[in-house]
T-cell receptor
Framework: GAVVSQHPSWVICKSGTSVKIECRSL??????MFWYRQFPKQSLMLMAT?????????EQGVEKDKFLINHASLTLSTLTVTSAHPEDSSFYIC?????????????FGPGTRLTVT | SQKIEQNSEALNIQEGKTATLTCNYT??????LQWYRQDPGRGPVFLLL?????KEKRKERLKVTFDTTLKQSLFHITASQPADSATYLC?????????????FGKGTKLSVKP
C-alpha cells in the first residue's frame, strides 16, 4: 500500500521558537494532504487541508499565521508551528488520499510528537 | 454540527471472543464511513470502508455494518487475539465524500486478554 512518512518523529523545542514538520508521500503523488492534531485521549482534529500549488484551507479556530503550511511539490507538505507555546504540545499527524486508486482510503504518517518547554 | 460518538472509551474482552464496537453519528448523512486502527504513538491505519448503500463489509476477521436509518456502524472482530489490542477509530467523510478529509470519533481502546 501507499506510504506516508513524517519527519521528525518527535521534537522538543523552547517556547517562542518555530518548528517545521515534513510530510512526504513516498510512492504516490498527493495533490492534497491533511494535517491533524491529536491531544491525549482525544480524537484527531483536522487542522488544515494542504493543496499543492495553492494556499492551504484552515479549519475554523486554527490560526493560519501560527500554523504555516507549504505544499511545494506533489510529494511534500510542511507544517511550521511558529512561536510555539506549551499549549501547542501535541501529536501532529498528516495524511494523504491516493486519489488515483479510486478509494477514499487515507494513508497516515506515523505522527510527530511536539513538546514545547 | 456533525457529531460522532463511539460509545465506549474502553472495551476489555477475552481472547477468542468477538469484539463489537459501536459508532453513532448525528446531523449528517455521510457518503461512506471508515474504520481505522491506531496503536500508541502511531498514526491511524486504514481497515475498512463502507459506503452508504452497503449494509455490510467483511475483511478476514473483521466485519462492519452500516445502518443509515439508525445512523450507526458496528465494527466486529471475530476470534479476537491479544494482537488486536489497540484503539479503533471510526471516521466520516467531512464534505460529502469528494474531498477526502475525515471527521473522527474519539476511539474505543480495545484490550484482548489471553
Amino acid at each position: 500500500g501507499a506510504v506516508v512518512s513524517q519527519h521528525p518523529s518527535w521534537v522538543i523545542c523552547k517556547s517562542g521558537t518555530s518548528v517545521k514538520i515534513e510530510c512526504r508521500s513516498l510512492d504516490f503523488q498527493a495533490t492534497t494532504m491533511f494535517w491533524y492534531r491529536q491531544f491525549p485521549k482525544q480524537s484527531l482534529m483536522l487542522m488544515a487541508t494542504s493543496n499543492e500549488g495553492s494556499k492551504a484551507t484552515y479549519e475554523q479556530g486554527v490560526e493560519k499565521d501560527k500554523f504555516l503550511i507549504n505544499h511545494a511539490s506533489l510529494t511534500l507538505s510542511t507544517l511550521t508551528v511558529t512561536s510555539a507555546h506549551p499549549e501547542d504540545s501535541s501529536f501532529y499527524i498528516c495524511s494523504a488520499p491516493d486519489l488515483t486508486s479510486g478509494s477514499y482510503e487515507q494513508y497516515f504518517g506515523p505522527g510527530t510528537r511536539l513538546t514545547v518547554t | 454540527s456533525q457529531k460522532i460518538e463511539q460509545n465506549s472509551e474502553a472495551l476489555n474482552i477475552q481472547e477468542g471472543k468477538t469484539a463489537t464496537l459501536t459508532c453513532n453519528y448525528t446531523n449528517y448523512s455521510p457518503a461512506y464511513l471508515q474504520w481505522y486502527r491506531q496503536d500508541p504513538g502511531r498514526g491511524p491505519v486504514f481497515l475498512l470502508l463502507i459506503r452508504e448503500n452497503e449494509k455490510e463489509k467483511r475483511k478476514e476477521r473483521l466485519k462492519v455494518t452500516f445502518d443509515t436509518t439508525l445512523k450507526q456502524s458496528l465494527f466486529h472482530i471475530t476470534a479476537s487475539q491479544p494482537a488486536d489490542s489497540a484503539t479503533y477509530l471510526c471516521a466520516l467523510d467531512g464534505y460529502g465524500g469528494s474531498q477526502g478529509n475525515l471527521i473522527f470519533g474519539k476511539g474505543t481502546k480495545l484490550s484482548v486478554k489471553p
